[in-house]
């Protein structure tokens, strides 16, 4: 029912950013929450952000808080992540995901999932 497709990972060294965007299908993107995810070899899953259906709320983990800004365009079907001030442990697959109810930080709470986008940051 609904796809998701990530782009704008890539390399960056220490200090610098990266916008990564979700591209979604589908006309009822504006009643659903939307997430990034990250996962890092040999690591769980972890929640980044969220943001409501209407982008009036958001939600972010503390190990990228003021350093990470999520946002969404309704209107594009898209949503993005702004990731400022890079460390080598940001190094994962960042996935965009979009789910019913917000307020929850699991992956099981999210109902679809894009292919994912590897953010690389050297040293």
């Known amino acids: 029912q609904v796809q998701l497709v990530e782009s704008g990972g890539g390399l960056v060294q220490a200090g610098g950013s990266l916008r990564l965007s979700c591209a979604a299908s589908?006309?009822?993107?504006?009643?659903?929450?939307m997430g990034w995810f990250r996962q890092a070899p040999g690591k769980e899953r972890e929640f980044v952000a969220a943001s409501s259906w209407s982008g009036g709320s958001t939600d972010y983990a503390d190990s990228v808080k003021g350093r990470f800004t999520i946002s969404r365009d309704n209107a594009k079907n898209t949503v993005y992540l702004q990731m400022n001030s890079l460390k080598p442990e940001d190094t994962a697959v960042y996935y965009c995901?979009?789910?019913?109810?917000?307020?929850?930080?699991?992956?099981?709470?999210?109902?679809?999932w894009g292919q994912g986008t590897q953010v690389t940051v050297s040293s």
């Open positions: 995901a979009a789910g019913s109810y917000y307020g929850f930080r699991r992956p099981g709470a999210y109902d679809y």
């Open positions: 589908g006309r009822t993107f504006s009643s659903y929450v």
